[in-house]
């Protein structure tokens, strides 16, 4: 059974078609990467698994329930931005316990998840800060906090690591990585950098202009491009 999977999945926006009939099947603790020019449709597609935009068309499953008209909190999915979307008046713990807090947790139960997510993640000395005065890096990590904590069975990540310099991409990705094998969860991972599509992904999907044009491993991407397409946009630099 796959994990998330997409069947002739379209979106329009009024008149205009932006996603033309994608599938993807996601297999169980694969991390898959969505790469392709800015435009091409992979924030659409993260946000129609994510349940943040209707879908126009198709069917999408995540563990094998369709959840087409299903609320994203019911979706068991996590979803990591750009740009964190912390919320500024919230401190670090109180960040990272918010989906919990937000499903009625007991406190006990909240206290020892952010205290586990804060030590996978480096942030124990950090729970009493507020987001303005923490560097990029650790807002990134309170945002994968806040994801953690929910236990998911699929993160979603949109861009996450863009607003860093690129030494932190480097190390955060090798942390996103990490954070992927030690929960064991499946990831959907969407970026417009080939080189951090090559170095996360057990597999690639390249999308062009709201199409699949390619999916398969870094090492058969590289190796046998199915287009000009494929064989310019992973060869050329980001
Ligand atoms: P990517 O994430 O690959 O950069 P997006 O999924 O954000 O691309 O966008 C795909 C296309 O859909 C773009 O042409 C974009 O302009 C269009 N689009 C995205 N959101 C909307 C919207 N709310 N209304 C109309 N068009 C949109
Ligand atoms: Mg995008």
């Known amino acids: 059974m796959s994990a998330v999977e997409l069947n002739d999945v379209v979106k329009r926006y009024g008149a205009l078609e932006v ?46 329930r369709v959840v087409n008209r299903m609320a994203p909190k019911d979706r068991d999915v996590a979803m ?4 964190y979307a912390l919320y500024p008046h919230l401190n670090v713990a109180e960040n990272i316990a918010f989906g919990l807090r937000v499903r009625g947790e007991k406190n006990a139960v909240v206290e020892a ?12 000395p950090y729970l009493k800060r507020k987001p303005a005065d923490l560097s990029g890096g650790q807002r990134q990590r309170v945002a994968m906090g806040r994801a953690i904590v929910r236990k998911p069975r699929v993160f979603l990540f949109d861009e996450p690591l863009s607003n860093l310099d690129a030494k932190l991409r480097t190390q955060m990705r090798a942390e996103i990585r990490r954070l992927h094998n030690r929960m064991g969860v499946t990831s959907i991972y969407v970026t417009h950098d080939q080189v951090e599509a090559m170095t996360l992904a057990d597999r690639i999907v390249v999308m062009n202009s709201g199409r699949v044009e390619q999916v398969g491993s870094p090492m058969e991407l590289f190796l046998n491009p199915a287009n000009a397409f494929v064989a310019s946009f992973l060869g050329s630099p980001p």
Do not use: Y
């Not at 603790?29 to 198709?58: Q, W, Y």
């Open 80 to 83: 990591v931005f750009q740009n």
């Open 19 to 64: 996603v033309h009939s994608i599938d993807l099947s996601v297999v169980q603790g694969e991390f898959v990467v969505l790469v392709g020019p800015s435009g091409c449709g992979k924030s659409t597609t993260l946000r129609m698994v994510a349940g943040l935009e209707d879908i126009s068309g198709g069917t999408i499953s995540i563990g094998g």
């Open 113 to 124: 998840a952010v205290s586990e997510a804060a030590t996978i993640l480096d942030l124990t």
